[in-house]
């Protein structure tokens, strides 16, 4: 039996630790917010996060990250994008040497451009870090509906203790070596799923959403072996598997916030109507920095960072995108 701590009481990590308790394994859940643990511990819900799931009995929650993470072996890093870094920084001092640090976060970070990983290398030294990505909506896997998610890591061996930890009758866990293509397809998807839900917010229709699911496919691969990621990973589950759910599926905060802003709310508002983070706004502004730094072409990208702080009319950039020039189709094109 393995400790695993989950740093973070959102939706995902919260989900993660009922699915491992589950399996007999020992978890306690870092929560920013008392009130947050009392639930846990008390009421043994997260009403916020993950309604309607009861956790466990044998999942602990702490307001003191030095008591959530005493004596873990694997220490999740279940916070947003954005608190990566800083959290990171928190949970170095605290660790033995043996740990394995796991994160689901999915993003790049706007000031450095760097994916999770990279932030993670930055402050904890010396530890396998292992990335767990794929299409995996945090409610259906409380619920065991059958999950497949990929373990990414430069180390291979963490790579596969993840995937035994985690695997289960309904959570199955692949390993992948392709670290950047990972974290780039996981990180992008939430692009096009704004976009998706802006085009559903406007009241087009399938045709419009296949297309920039397919075409927004191409901006995913461009970028990502720019960046030297493999081209076969973006069509598996951390690529083409997480776009299709997370452009489809009213579980994802990114599509139902592009539904409110096409629907005419602005980007602040939507993210207030959600209630969580949306890690797909974030993205935007990443992504339309590297574009610009590295000259790749992304139209939707570029579309849709001017209708979020710009002010532009989305449908006004919906006919751009359709008049632009002729050309062969291609996803490299």
């Known amino acids: 039996m393995s400790k695993v701590a989950f740093v973070g009481g959102g939706s995902f990590g919260t989900a993660l630790a009922v699915l491992l308790s589950k399996k007999g394994e020992e978890c306690t859940i870092w929560c920013h917010s008392q009130s947050s643990v009392d639930e846990i511990n008390n009421k043994r819900e997260n009403e916020r996060y993950l309604k309607g799931i009861k956790i466990p009995d044998s999942i602990t929650a702490y307001s003191d990250l030095k008591e959530a993470v005493e004596g873990a072996d694997v220490i999740v890093l279940s916070v947003p994008s954005k608190a990566i870094r800083e959290v ?4 170095a ?13 999915k993003g790049i970070e706007k000031q450095t451009l760097k994916r999770m990983s990279e932030i993670i290398e930055d402050e904890i030294k010396n530890h396998p870090i292992v990335v767990l990505s794929g299409p995996s909506h945090a409610e259906e896997v409380a619920r065991d509906i059958p999950t497949t998610v990929t373990a990414a890591s430069k180390d291979m061996e963490a790579a596969r203790k993840i995937q035994k ?10 390993t992948n070596s392709d670290l950047i293509g990972v974290e780039i397809g996981g990180a992008f998807k939430n692009i ?29 691969i461009r970028v990502g072996t720019k960046l030297s990621g493999r081209p ?36 602040e508002e939507a993210v207030k109507e959600i209630g969580m983070v ?32 710009s002010g532009s009319n989305p449908k006004d950039k919906v006919t751009e995108l359709m008049a632009r020039s002729h050309k062969d189709e291609g996803l490299f094109i």
């Not at 930890?165 to 866990?173: C, E, G």
């Not at 599926?249 to 980007?267: D, E, F, P, V, Y």
């Open 88 to 91: 990171s920084k928190k949970v």
């Open 93 to 105: 001092p605290l660790l033995k040497g043996h740990e394995i640090i796991v994160t689901v976060a």
């Open 165 to 174: 930890l985690f695997s289960n009758n309904s959570f199955r866990v692949y």
């Open 192 to 220: 096009i799923a704004l976009a998706a839900g802006i085009s559903d917010g406007i009241g087009y229709g399938d045709n419009t959403k296949a297309a920039l699911m397919t075409r927004g496919m191409s901006e995913i």
């Open 232 to 267: 076969d990973t973006f069509y598996g589950l951390t690529g083409m598997g997480d776009l299709i759910v997370t452009c489809t599926s009213m579980h994802s905060r990114n599509r139902r916030a592009g539904i409110l802003i096409g629907s005419g709310m602005t980007a």
């Open 278 to 309: 949306v890690e797909g706004i974030e993205a935007v502004k990443a992504f339309y920095e590297l574009k610009c730094q590295t000259n790749v072409d992304m139209p939707i990208t570029a579309a849709l960072y001017e209708v979020l702080f």
